[in-house]
């Protein structure tokens, strides 16, 4: 029985990864031929088209789609026995690919970064901000920060803490607009929605009784980043909904105040997340142990 052909796999996961033949050259260092005939000698044997090639971009063929995640899983499992292997050296060295969201990233997360590269002089940090939701396999990362209430899926999940949030806005506006009793009262005051939501225009509240609120709130103001929302909310322009690690300095300052003390839009924490696979390089889980100590 002949071996597979376990660096045409790893080659076809890059080739996907990446979206062209020749990204792929420059990122494993070979030749475009050698990523071409690796790919044609890949599909040969296993009978099927994996990419469909034109002049100017490839995509996957539906084939190619479904051996996808295996060849991802063969290319991770080579990386992390070379990994293991270089671990007798006790020097980790390589690459991590982490995502974040773009505020926590800036505030939270920078500074424990700069202090992993100084504990980890050769590992190497990609970190990508982005509010959206990324997802870790299809787009090669290797773990990712997550705030929010993780649904069931096949990830791995650290749940390091619990996150706050907090109806606030200025005295302000509050002494110009009045305070609201109850969440149905924001149906008439200016609020600021997080639109990086499946229904940002429509807020599910919940009290400190576990009673339940359906609001429309009025919107006045709309962002994908709740960072870019505090100068105005502090200016007194409206209500929002934003987390601890946001607003709360502005709420001990006296700038902001909770308007609506007791309730909550769900259940929601900071969350290391890593593809299934319980195996992973050592320079991983040496950021993941990092993120764990140090992240607050």
Not at 55 to 61: A, F, V, W
Not at 127 to 145: K, N, P, S, T
Request: some cysteine; hydrophobic content about 45%.
């Amino acid at each position: 029985m002949a071996l597979p052909d376990y660096e045409a796999w790893a080659i076809f996961a890059a080739v996907a990864r990446l979206g062209s033949f020749t990204a792929a050259a420059d990122e494993l260092a070979l030749s475009k031929p050698t990523i071409s005939k690796a790919i044609s000698r890949l599909e040969q044997s296993l009978g099927t088209v994996l990419f469909h090639r034109t002049s100017r971009k490839i995509s996957l063929s539906t084939a190619g789609k479904s051996l996808l995640p295996h060849a991802q899983q063969i290319a991770r499992d080579g990386e992390t026995a070379m990994e293991a292997a270089r671990d007798t050296t006790h020097l980790l060295r390589g690459k991590v690919r982490l995502a974040a969201p773009l505020s926590y990233g800036i505030l939270h997360l920078a500074p424990v970064i700069a202090d992993f590269m100084c504990a980890y002089p050769e590992i190497t940090v990609d970190l990508q901000l982005d509010d959206a939701r990324v997802d870790l396999v299809d787009e090669g990362f290797d773990c990712a920060i997550r705030i929010a209430a993780l649904p069931d899926s096949s990830l791995r999940a650290i749940r390091l803490r619990e996150v706050t949030g907090y109806f606030i806005s200025a005295p302000l506006y509050i002494k110009r607009m009045g305070q609201p009793e109850a969440p149905a009262d924001l149906a008439d005051h200016d609020c600021f929605l997080y639109s990086n939501t499946p229904s940002p225009a429509f807020w599910q509240i919940t009290g400190p009784d576990g009673q339940i609120a359906n609001v429309r709130p009025k919107c006045r103001f709309q962002s994908n980043n709740g960072d870019v929302m505090l100068p105005a909310l502090v200016a007194g322009r409206g209500i929002g909904y934003l987390p601890d690690f946001l607003c709360q300095p502005a709420l001990d300052a006296g700038d902001l105040v909770n308007v609506l003390p007791g309730w909550h839009m769900g259940d929601i924490a900071l969350n290391i997340i890593m593809p299934p696979s319980p195996l992973r390089p050592a320079r991983v889980d040496a950021l993941v142990n990092f993120l764990k100590d140090h992240l607050r």
